[in-house]
Every structure is written in structure tokens, then in C-alpha cells.
T-cell receptor
Framework: DAGITQSPRHKVTETGTPVTLRCHQT?????MYWYRQDPGHGLRLIHY???????DKGEVSDGYSVSRSKTEDFLLTLESATSSQTSVYFC??????????????FGPGTRLLVL | GQQLNQSPQSMFIQEGEDVSMNCTSS?????WLWYKQEPGEGPVLLIA?????ELTSNGRLTAQFGITRKDSFLNISASIPSDVGIYFC???????????FGQGTELSVKP
């Protein structure tokens, strides 16, 4: 199995509280991504990183921020959680995206419930 | 935002049958990818396609990159119970660019 983990795996929180999800990889892949998965929507990109301290927004970035201070860790923060952010969050890593040498792995997911 | 239309949404088939699903877009993509997701796990990349017209196989799975670059197809031959899961397509417009995912096709296989 690829070395990518997410923590926590499950979290219940209250509206208005800050939440941080962590993605950790041991593959030394340059690219890291945060997606959310909701019924009927597939996976939607929240933010991604193409290197240490280099991040960019995805299609559903409002209400989320990210940080990447080292290659192996990519943090996703919900500054003030809302019920609409109840979802399953997946981290993914990739190297050489868009080339025939591309490798890509997803983490096991974090189930977040905002009450 | 950009949309990928994946169909069918779900399929219920008998073991041994062949399966076909497809993804279409109004935009051109340079890369098409197909994933499988099992309950409680993250998606796993099955096949990646990088050239229009490309046909690639991975065991019983075969995927094609449409000539128009606006669609892709995944076929599973002689399905078995462990093929059960949700299959997603995804497209990328340029190298290193963001992936856009389809809504998924849920496959059920009856032994």
C-alpha cells in the first residue's frame, strides 16, 4: 500500500468550531490534494499543493484554508465549521500528473460531521 | 463549474456479463482517468489515458480515450462479484492541472 494516511479518520464537531485535518505521505510526491465527496457530486477539489508553501484553490475552496510547510504534510483547516461542510474528505498525492509516468494515490478518507 | 456527465448512475448485472460505462464533457481534456472506489476506502486509479483514440487495458478492464477528446469509455468483461464498487471517471485539461470528476457509476454484481 502507498504511504498516505489521514487523521483523524472520524470527527464530530459543532458549528462554529475550527477543525484541522491532516494528510501525511511517505512517498515524497510533489503534488497533494484535498477533495470532498458528497452524494451525487463525485469528488470535488478543495485545494491543492504543487510544492512546499505552494498552494492553489480548487472548485469548492470557500470556507477552507490549507498549509504545506513540508513535503510530507498537507493540512486542511475549516476556520469555522458549518453544517454544509459535513462530508467525507479525501487527501490524494501524485507525481508527474498528466504524463504516462503518473502515479496517484488516495488516502482512506476522513468522515466529518458538523452538528 | 466544469461538469463531467457519467452514465449510467448505477448498474445491476449478473456475474459473467460485460459492463460498459462512459463519461462525456462539453470541454476537451488531455487526460482521462478511471478509478474504482470500494466502501469505506479512497478511490484507486485503474487506467490512465493520455492520447485521443488511445485504448488501454488492465486485466479485464479496457478504457478508451474518445477521438473528440470530450469522452471516454470503460468496459469490464466477464464481471465477477469483486468488481462491485463505484467507478469514477476524471478528466484533466493540461499537464499538472486539476482533475474534474464524474458523479460515479455504482456497479452491483449478482453471483
Amino acid at each position: 500500500d502507498a504511504g498516505i494516511t489521514q487523521s483523524p479518520r472520524h470527527k464530530v464537531t459543532e458549528t462554529g468550531t475550527p477543525v484541522t485535518l491532516r494528510c501525511h505521505q511517505t512517498e515524497n510526491h510533489r503534488y497533494m490534494y484535498w477533495y470532498r465527496q458528497d452524494p451525487g457530486h463525485g469528488l470535488r477539489l478543495i485545494h491543492y499543493s504543487y510544492g512546499v508553501k505552494d498552494t492553489d484553490k480548487g472548485e469548492v475552496s470557500d470556507g477552507y484554508s490549507v498549509s504545506r510547510s513540508k513535503t510530507e504534510d498537507f493540512l486542511l483547516t475549516l476556520e469555522s465549521a458549518t453544517s454544509s461542510q459535513t462530508s467525507v474528505y479525501f487527501c490524494a498525492i501524485s507525481s508527474r500528473p498528466g504524463t504516462s509516468q503518473e502515479t496517484q494515490y488516495f488516502g482512506p478518507g476522513t468522515r466529518l460531521l458538523v452538528l | 463549474g466544469q461538469q463531467l456527465n457519467q452514465s449510467p448512475q448505477s448498474m445491476f448485472i449478473q456475474e459473467g456479463e460485460d459492463v460498459s460505462m462512459n463519461c462525456t464533457s462539453s470541454s476537451i481534456f488531455n487526460t482521462w482517468l478511471w478509478y474504482k472506489q470500494e466502501p469505506g476506502e479512497g478511490p484507486v486509479l485503474l487506467i490512465a489515458l493520455y492520447k485521443a483514440g488511445e485504448l488501454t487495458s488492465n486485466g479485464r478492464l479496457t478504457a478508451q480515450f474518445g477521438i473528440t477528446r470530450k469522452d471516454s469509455f470503460l468496459n469490464i468483461s466477464a464481471s465477477i462479484p469483486s468488481d462491485v464498487g463505484i467507478y469514477f471517471c476524471a478528466g484533466r485539461r493540461n499537464q499538472g492541472g486539476k482533475l474534474i470528476f464524474g458523479q460515479g457509476t455504482e456497479l452491483s454484481v449478482k453471483p
